[in-house]
């Protein structure tokens, strides 16, 4: 008694790329309505890791279902997972250190005064 796994798979990833298209949707928009550079940095870098990590896991259902292992989509998850944050944080300290203008003010006391000298 042999059960199909292709009809399950393909529903797998079909959810996941619906799941992925929307949080790519969502880092999109995010990009295009939110008001400064530091929260127009935030959305897409979120919202497209999960995004591009719900293709690349669809992507390995499919490879799985007809008989081989997903390395290179496993490196790939690996790589994004990894690379986004990391140019996300050196973006926003350049951003920072280039005293880009934000539109939202911090709250009192949340950020430190820096010394002139």
Not at 23 to 45: E, I, K, S, Y
Not at 47 to 57: D, P, R
Not at 89 to 95: E, G, I, K, S
């Amino acid at each position: 008694m042999s059960m199909n796994f292709q009809p399950f798979a393909e529903w797998l990833a079909a959810a996941l790329v619906l799941v992925a298209a929307f949080f790519l949707l969502v880092g999109a928009v995010g990009l295009a309505r939110l008001p400064d550079f530091f929260m127009r940095l935030h959305a897409p870098t979120k919202a497209s890791t999960l995004g591009v990590g719900g293709i690349l896991l669809a992507s390995m259902v499919m490879s799985l279902a007809q008989g081989r292992i997903g390395f290179a989509e496993l490196l790939i998850t690996l790589f994004v997972f990894v690379t986004a944050p990391v140019s996300a944080n050196l973006m926003a300290q350049a951003a920072l250190h280039l005293r880009v203008p934000v539109r939202v003010p911090a709250p009192d006391g949340a950020v430190p005064e820096r010394d002139p000298s």
